[in-house]
Nanobody, 122 residues
Framework: VQLQASGGGQVQAGDSLRLSCVAS????????MGWFRQAPGKEREFVAT????????IYADAVKGRFTISRDNTKNTVYLQMDSLKPEDTAVYYC????????????????WGQGTLVTVSS
């Protein structure tokens, strides 16, 4: 599956953004999707992941309660709704896919989008 992320931008602390990731290929409905982020000078880190059906999700502690991952399999799209943004959320956000459920490490995801930059100013 090929992935294309979008929706990043520059916002103020406390604002909201919604990222989208469109997938090409018929395998999307059987692909576990995840969002990761990488801040300058830091390693890529897990943000959230969602099952094939969208029925279950896992979040990183840093975003729990503020971010929501969802998917629309009719549109081959996964979303990341980001509320109450903080300056420490500034990063390039990547969507990624894999076939099995439960992994949160970037090394377990084989398909990656190109990333979209989110900048949160205080």
């Amino acid at each position: 599956v090929q992935l294309q992320a979008s929706g990043g931008g520059q916002v103020q602390a406390g604002d909201s953004l919604r990222l989208s990731c469109v997938a090409s290929g018929r395998a999307f409905t059987t692909t576990v999707m995840g969002w990761f982020r990488q801040a300058p000078g830091k390693e890529r880190e897990f943000v959230a992941t969602i099952t094939w059906s969208g029925g279950s999700a896992i979040y990183a502690d840093a975003v729990k309660g503020r971010f929501t991952i969802s998917r629309d399999n009719t549109k081959n799209t996964v979303y990341l709704q980001m509320d109450s943004l903080k300056p420490e959320d500034t990063a390039v956000y990547y969507c990624a896919g894999r076939t099995g459920w439960g992994a949160t490490s970037p090394i377990n995801f084989g398909s990656w989008g190109q990333g979209t930059l989110v900048t949160v100013s205080s």
